[in-house]
């Protein structure tokens, strides 16, 4: 994978800058507090330039620190680690994996090509929505992986810039992964940590997405509207065949059976997690000899890197930062909870635009707990404001998600680079355009007693 130039430059003011920030942490915090923050704030910032294969790496040392200079105790670690989270990703992996088998991501972007009929716009409008749809009943981060992949190709044979498409569905699959439980890694560790149903999200992020697609669409449209030829782009003959029917009818068969049992799994009184890995088992005798293929799909490494970063957020919680944090958001907010939101959403949202949001949601899981405790304030408002902050936030800047990262670093590999400034004119567009949205959302459904 490429690795992207990083967008920060370490100038002298900026190093001055870092010595009075450090003073002025050592006049308000204790010496295993500054620790705490040291280790993490570093992390975080080596997670947010290191290329996609050093993040585990990278967090799980900095999880070793936390452990080695005992500001978490061992008897303390495995409590850290949310397993349910890192289960139903595990699960849907193996069945995203059994999908890419069967050729269901090449045949989906062959069919979008043919029934575009030859419009640049049509086939825009058709992939990311479909990038929209996937990202939210499968996994944003390997849905854009197969998308952009399938987009070049298509865009080579058209003979057009893929940079418009790619661009267009990295942002969808980051609006479109919100919309439920299992669409991306911020909200399957909402959805452990606040205990919701998984029809949950589609009741109170479903209708946010829905207002916040077409006004995503408007804005790419018009940005790249001299870039989209205006006149037909001939099709080529060729068409991408299914090679094996069975298998891909199989595939489809159990991606929509796990889809349907997650939307009920509260009526069996079944985990997601549950369903997600013993599902992912079923998908795995389905393959037959393709088992080692669809294992292989499995992303390792990033189920390492949730492990380490509960453990990294686990020794914020021992220093007693995150109760730090939790009682400055109450002096601010008091026991009003639409300020409260207000707080949570745009501060997770712009921080989640310059750093990754998986770490930041983290963050603020503990605090919400602790300030919904103490401030008497119901934490449903909060939960949402955070989930909506974290996905929008992450259409900011190029490295908003790991899904931006990814993208264009496997865009960049092929020959197609979109510049930090090139991504950060249309993205921050984009997130002030939907925060808008989302605050309005917020409002209307707080004042009607909804959340």
């Known amino acids: 994978m490429v690795r992207t130039a990083p967008p920060y430059r370490l100038t002298l003011g900026g190093v001055g800058v870092l010595v009075l920030v450090g003073a002025y942490l050592t006049q ?32 799980m040392f900095g999880a070793f620190l936390m452990w080695f200079l005992q500001i978490v105790p061992s008897d303390k670690i495995a409590g850290y680690i949310d397993l349910r989270a890192i289960m139903l990703l595990f699960g849907m992996m193996l069945i995203a994996g059994f999908l890419k088998r069967a050729g269901f991501f090449s045949w989906l972007g062959y069919y979008l090509m043919k029934v575009s ?19 939210a009943l499968v996994n944003e981060i390997t849905v854009i992986v197969f998308m952009v992949l ?10 057009i810039s ?15 992964g919100s919309a439920t439980a299992i669409g991306s890694p911020p909200n399957i560790m909402i959805l452990t940590a606040a205990e919701f149903r998984v029809v949950d999200f589609l009741v109170n992020m479903g209708p946010v997405v829905a207002l916040a697609l077409p006004v995503l669409m408007a804005i790419v449209l018009f940005w790249y509207r001299n870039e989209l030829p205006k006149e037909k782009i001939s ?15 199989l595939s489809v068969g159990a991606f929509i059976v796990t889809a349907a049992l997650l939307i009920v799994h509260d009526l069996f009184h079944i985990s997601p997690a549950v369903i997600a890995v013993v599902m992912g088992i079923v998908v795995l005798f389905l393959a037959g000899r393709g088992q080692r293929m ?20 686990g020794g914020l919680n021992e220093a007693g930062l995150l109760n730090m944090l939790s009682s400055g958001i109450q002096n ?21 635009a310059v750093v990754d949001n998986i770490p930041m949601v983290a963050a603020f899981i503990p605090v919400i707990k602790e300030y919904s405790v103490s401030a008497g304030v119901p934490a449903n408002i909060l939960w949402w404001s955070m989930a ?19 993208s264009l670093s496997l865009a960049e590999k092929n020959g197609y680079r979109v510049t930090f400034m090139e991504f950060l004119k249309i993205g921050m567009l984009v997130l002030f355009a939907t925060l808008a949205l989302s605050q309005l959302v917020i409002f209307v459904r707080f004042a009607r007693g909804l959340w």
Not at 332 to 352: D, K, R
């Open 150 to 159: 399938v987009t070049i190709d298509i865009c080579r044979k058209m003979e």
């Open 294 to 313: 669809v294992l292989n799909e499995v992303d390792w490494p990033t189920l390492l890197f949730f492990a380490s970063l509960f453990v990294l957020v």
């Open 332 to 352: 601010i907010a008091g026991s009003n909870g639409v300020l409260a939101s207000i707080l949570i959403l745009w501060t997770v949202s712009l921080t989640s």
């Open 388 to 406: 909506l902050g974290a996905a929008f936030g992450a259409n900011g800047t190029a490295i908003g998600s790991s899904a931006n990262i990814i």
């Open 28 to 59: 308000i915090l204790a010496w295993n507090q500054i620790l705490a923050l040291t280790i993490f704030v570093v992390t975080y910032f080596l997670i947010t330039v290191a290329v996609e294969e050093e993040r585990a790496i990278v967090t």
């Open 235 to 249: 099709i080529p003959i060729s068409a991408n065949k299914i090679e094996d029917r069975r298998l891909f009818t």
């Open 117 to 135: 009929r030859g419009s640049s716009r049509l086939l825009l409008i058709y992939l990311s929505l479909s990038t929209a749809l996937l990202s």
């Open 162 to 176: 893929p940079r418009p498409y790619i661009i267009s569905e990295i942002m969808i699959a980051n609006v479109g």
